[in-house]
């Protein structure tokens, strides 16, 4: 079993930063893609960004130049540092990873509990 334990959200005011986390642990042979998504009240989930094995990265539109993904493969860590942080943003922030537990098994995807990023006007 994979857990994805993320970290890092709470209140900020308009322009301010934030820094989230998400490190999984337990049955892990590699991961490939990390990724950033949201949900905020009354819309869809949708992608923020996101970064392959090799770190290659995407943006949605609306965060390009405010937001930067990285992670740290060594310890199965994403991060994503949000600067300029506007009130649109106010959503929770989900992780998810795409971990291959054994060498012989295909890949699946795993999300993190979501954690909640308030930006204040």
């Known amino acids: 079993q994979v857990q994805l334990v993320e970290s890092g959200g709470g209140l900020v005011q308009d322009g301010g930063s934030l820094r989230l986390s998400c490190a999984a642990s337990g049955s892990i042979f590699s991961i490939n893609a990390m990724g950033w998504y949201r949900q905020a009240p009354g819309k869809q989930r949708e992608l923020v960004a996101a970064i392959t094995r090799g770190g290659s990265t995407n943006y949605a539109d609306s965060v390009k130049g405010r937001f930067t993904i990285s992670r740290d493969s060594a310890k199965n860590t994403v991060y994503l540092q949000m600067s300029s942080l506007k009130p649109e943003d106010t959503a929770v922030y989900y992780c998810?990873?795409?971990?291959?537990?054994?060498?012989?098994?295909?890949?699946?995807?795993?999300w993190g509990q979501g954690t909640q990023v308030t930006v204040s006007s």
């Open positions: 998810k990873m795409e971990v291959k537990a054994w060498v012989a098994t295909g890949p699946r995807d795993y």
